[in-house]
Nanobody
Framework: QVQLEESGGGSVQAGDSLTLSCASS????????WAWFRQAPKKGREFVAF????????YYADSVKGRFTISRDNADNTVYLQMNTLKSEDTAVYFC?????????????????WGQGTQVIVSS
């Protein structure tokens, strides 16, 4: 059984940085892509970033491009989201997800495994 656990959330000021981590316990396929999504109050789950199984492909939502960086450590089965220059609109619960290779990397439905989420609050 695969379980994902996010950490690193917190309350920060606008302009600050945070790094989120997502650790996987249990065996995840080496062909799985990983992604971060977020959900703000009263809003749907929003795609943030994706990294392919090989780590060679990365995709970002326009709203975070240039500010966020996704990375992965396959040896430790851990994925990171480095978030810089945070804005109040980045406030949300952030979820990591893992799943088989798919062109629809931005669609939550293609992911098999999800973490419980970590809260990020950015005050202006």
């Amino acid at each position: 059984q695969v379980q994902l656990e996010e950490s690193g959330g917190g309350s920060v000021q606008a302009g600050d940085s945070l790094t989120l981590s997502c650790a996987s316990s249990g065996r995840t396929s080496s062909t799985y892509g990983w992604a971060w999504f977020r959900q703000a109050p009263k809003k749907g789950r929003e795609f943030v970033a994706f990294i392919s199984a090989s780590g060679r492909s990365e995709y970002y939502a326009d709203s975070v491009k240039g500010r966020f960086t996704i990375s992965r450590d396959n040896a430790d089965n851990t994925v990171y989201l480095q978030m810089n220059t945070l804005k109040s609109e980045d406030t949300a619960v952030y979820f990591c997800a893992a799943g088989p290779r798919s062109l629809q990397y931005f669609d939550p439905a293609v992911y098999s495994f999800w973490g419980q989420g970590t809260q990020v609050i950015v005050s202006s």
